[in-house]
């Protein structure tokens, strides 16, 4: 699926591993879908194509989802229950994916590497950005992360000013 640009020639939205597998293979044609988007259809456009891709990484799909988001918002229909009629997730999960957004870039790795659980991830996402930088490098010295309950608890701390 492609739209028109202003500029000439024209935008893929969906179908770019498809397109580049063609390319690889020497395909210079491929057939295609014209249809006339805004921003905002065609963000949510992609953002639907590339979730139904079978490895997503929980960083993939919290900013596609964000993304999609936000184009709704842009659109006035936006809530995560009309979020998740298109989404095999649940709304809340829909919710917890968005608050990876909040997560340290390295944080944010960890959870893409599964060296990190998606629940404490999600709780520490919570916490300031400062906080988070110290308690990454503490996963980093310890070569552990903590538990949901322990990742509860930084967070309460990191809220009320307490965590040290």
């Known amino acids: 699926i492609v739209r028109s640009r202003p500029e000439g020639g024209y935008e893929i939205i969906s179908g770019h591993r498809r397109c580049e597998a063609c390319r690889e293979l020497g395909i210079e044609k491929v057939p295609v879908r014209v249809q006339e988007l ?9 953002v639907n194509s590339n979730i139904q891709r079978e490895h997503v990484l929980p960083s993939e799909k919290a900013f596609a ?12 229909r936006a809530t995560d229950g009309v979020l998740a009629e298109s989404s095999s997730d649940s709304a809340r999960t829909i919710q917890r994916y968005i608050r990876l957004t909040y997560l340290i870039s390295p944080i944010l ?14 709780e520490i996402s919570y916490m300031t950005p400062e906080h988070q930088r110290w308690l990454q490098a503490e996963m980093e010295l310890c070569e552990a992360t903590p538990s949901l309950v322990q ?8 809220q009320s000013g307490t965590l040290t």
């Open 109 to 122: 790795q960890m959870v893409d590497e599964s060296r990190m659980a998606f629940n404490p991830a999600v």
């Open 65 to 76: 989802y964000k993304m999609k988001m936000d184009a709704m918002k842009h659109q006035g």
């Open 38 to 46: 805004t921003d905002d259809e065609a963000t949510i456009l992609m």
């Open 151 to 158: 990742s509860r608890r930084l967070k309460e701390m990191s």
